[in-house]
């Protein structure tokens, strides 16, 4: 069996093998979507091996490339993500020798740390190859009982993403003079993560000169969720007008769903700029966060092991 890094030509290939081992599922496998989330990504293009056995692709493994900025530096990483082993070649250590040959791949191209987020099954494994476990995104979630059962989504502002895009040059996250993680923000990155996501319909509220508050909305059996991604803003001109009126338009969309939800370690950091959000306590009850050191120096490493150290949204660790 040969471990070698994918190519364009692999794309087909490696689609079919994700079909195969893991179904479609609530994300559907497409070259559409492989391309723009592993070849079209602002951060870069992902890192991709894949294990050849006589011709054929029997196994895949891709890292999400991503930029950190942190204490004035900036961090490249990747994410481990997109992964299969074709049924028929499965329990001979496939995912580990992928996993540890990115890791070597990562170690000789700078790249200074790996992170995801696994589900309690995959995390031992994870663990056992040196990732460290920093707990459980935390969440803030509003239930409104009078939208109990109700399905119809409500009526949406403007959504002129042209002329959202004069907005965006100027527009950072609330914590961008906090020492805690963010991601690297360009309009690149922003028209890329939300405008021409293909596999989720994002909304956002914006007065188009001094915030944007991006969402989508999740169907339950119990109604509508409005589960908030990111909030960004000039911070020039985000003035108590400008919140008033984040605050009425954010209000008029999440009365009309039973449920509201926002990354807690965000909403921790910049609560004075979301609009009212209940008094249920921010939980930890999101997915589970580890980390890989590669690059890093120690004590950088140690520090951002606690996740008191990271300001990311929910739209930064979303599973996409």
Request: charged share 20%; aromatic share 12%.
């Amino acid at each position: 069996m040969k471990i070698r890094k994918g190519t364009e030509s692999d794309i087909p290939a490696i689609v079919e093998l994700l079909k195969s081992s893991l179904g479609e599922g609530l994300i559907q496998k497409s070259e559409k979507l492989w391309n723009w989330k592993h070849v079209n990504n602002p951060h870069g293009a992902s890192p991709i091996l894949v294990a050849e056995q006589d011709g054929q692709v029997v196994g895949v493994r891709a890292f999400l490339r991503w930029q950190w900025k942190y204490k004035g530096q900036v961090f490249q990483a990747i994410r481990a993500v997109d992964t299969a082993t074709h049924p028929e070649f499965q329990g001979k250590g496939i995912f580990k020798k992928l996993t540890l040959q990115g890791l070597n791949d990562a170690l000789d191209e700078g790249i200074h740390l790996v992170y995801n987020t696994p589900n309690e099954s995959s995390k031992p494994g994870y663990l056992k190859m040196g990732w460290v476990d920093i707990g459980r995104m935390a969440l803030k979630l509003k239930v409104n009982v009078l939208a109990y059962k109700q399905f119809d989504l409500p009526v949406l502002p403007e959504q002129d993403w042209v002329k959202l895009s004069n907005l965006l040059p100027n527009i950072s996250n609330p914590i961008v003079k906090a020492e805690q993680a963010q991601t690297l923000l360009s309009p690149d990155y922003i028209k890329w993560r939300y405008q021409d996501n293909p596999l989720f319909d994002y909304n956002f509220l914006s007065d188009y000169q001094s915030f944007v508050l991006f969402f989508r909305f999740k169907p339950h059996s119990f109604g509508q969720e409005m589960r908030v991604v990111d909030l960004l803003i000039d911070e020039q001109k985000f003035d108590k007008s400008a919140k008033n009126a984040l605050s009425n338009s954010f209000q008029k969309i999440n009365r009309a769903c039973f449920l509201t939800s926002v990354s807690g370690r965000h909403f921790q950091l910049v609560y004075g700029v979301y609009p009212d959000m209940g008094i249920i306590p921010v939980m930890d009850k999101g997915p589970i966060i580890t980390l890989r050191n590669v690059n890093l120096e120690e004590q950088v490493f140690a520090e951002l092991s606690n996740q008191e150290n990271w300001g990311y949204t929910l739209g930064d660790m979303e599973l996409f």
